[in-house]
């Protein structure tokens, strides 16, 4: 029997979707993380990427954090 594998979720929809989670207006987003909310805004709505600077941000106050995916066939 063959395994299918997941697809990885990517870091740009961990973050989209923690953006379009926030509890708080674009306007207090804006605020708390430093980028604009036209920024937020057009990044929520897939309409745009973001640059790795404000990914950093994004990441850092939703508290999200990159590592290493363990292999499951090693074990």
Do not use: H, W
């Amino acid at each position: 029997m063959s395994k299918r594998k997941r697809k990885p979720i990517t870091i740009t929809k961990r973050l989209r979707d923690a953006v379009n989670a926030c509890p708080l207006s674009f306007k207090a987003l804006e605020r708390e993380t430093g980028i604009t909310r036209q920024s937020l805004m057009r990044f929520a709505r897939s309409e745009s990427s973001i640059r790795l600077d404000m990914a950093d941000k994004l990441a850092a106050y939703f508290g999200l954090e990159v590592t290493k995916q363990e292999d499951s066939d090693n074990g």
